[in-house]
Every structure is written in structure tokens, then in C-alpha cells.
């Protein structure tokens, strides 16, 4: 973890059991973040609020800010500021209990689901969309970049 000294992730969970999937994977999400933040061309610290929710509190947030009533599986509210030296990216909100549900329908397990999902929300963060079919394709490009270079299957 030294080698990610210039980077942060602020992790809060209110899913149970959800919890053991970022002291899993901590080592992973730090590789991910670094990821991305080399894209920023940027030499100061960055941190990356993560939070896992609930369904329900997914379907709140999704619904105030995007006016879409229905949950789902991540959403990203960019911040892109600097205080102090250090640059927050933003807020990744995980919905914890699609994850399982998720990962089985595809053939994966939890903590790919989300490595993927935290990836995914650290695209949004930087400017990264999918609003139409070219944009989605320099998105899951990326998204395949990334996982491969990380040996992340």
C-alpha cells in the first residue's frame, strides 16, 4: 500500500456482510484508482468517496439526481476540486445488494462485480459516459484496458 500513498479512498458501508469486500479488495481498488488518476495527469494526493448502499437508497439517490425512479447498480456524483493539495474526484455510490445478483447472472463473483462497479464509477468521475453507442465504446474499452493490465479477470 505505500506505493498508493498519494491516494485515498474514504470507504462507508450500510449493507450487511458487504463490508469484507473492501478490506478484500483494498489493494485492487488502490491499483484502480491509480489507474485513473495517471489519466489526470495530475501530481497531487487524490481521494474517492466509496459507499455501499442499499437498494432502496439507490432508488432515492437515482431518482433526485437523474429523475429515473429505479434502482441501480452505481452511480458517480463528480467533485473535481482542489482543497488543500488534494483533488476529490468525487462520490461512488455501489448498490450492495444488486452485487451478488449481478455477478451470478453473468458468471463472476462479488468482489469482480465490485472491482468492475468501483472501476466503472471512477470513469463517470473523470468524464467517461455511455450516453451513446461511441462514447460506451471508449468506456468498456477502457474498462477492459484497465482490468487486463490489472490481471483482474
Not at 44 to 50: A, D
Not at 100 to 116: C, M, P, R, V, Y
Not at 123 to 146: C, V, W
Amino acid at each position: 500500500m505505500d506505493d498508493f500513498k498519494n491516494l485515498e479512498i474514504t470507504f462507508f458501508n450500510n449493507v450487511l456482510n458487504k463490508k469484507i469486500l473492501f478490506k478484500k479488495n483494498k489493494e485492487k481498488l488502490y491499483q484502480l484508482l491509480n489507474e485513473i488518476t495517471k489519466e489526470l495527469n495530475l501530481k497531487n494526493q487524490f481521494v474517492v468517496s466509496l459507499n455501499i448502499v442499499k437498494g432502496k437508497k439507490m432508488q432515492i439517490l437515482n431518482y433526485k439526481y437523474r429523475n429515473v425512479d429505479k434502482t441501480t447498480d452505481v452511480l458517480s456524483f463528480p467533485q473535481n476540486e482542489l482543497f488543500a493539495n488534494i483533488y476529490d474526484l468525487g462520490d461512488i455510490f455501489i448498490n450492495g445488494e444488486l452485487l451478488e445478483e449481478q455477478a451470478k447472472s453473468i458468471g463472476s463473483d462479488q468482489d469482480t462485480e465490485f472491482l468492475f462497479l468501483f472501476m466503472h464509477g471512477l470513469l463517470h468521475l473523470i468524464g467517461y459516459d455511455h450516453i451513446n453507442i461511441e462514447d460506451e465504446k471508449k468506456m468498456i474499452n477502457r474498462q477492459k484496458e484497465i482490468f487486463k493490465k490489472l490481471k483482474i479477470r
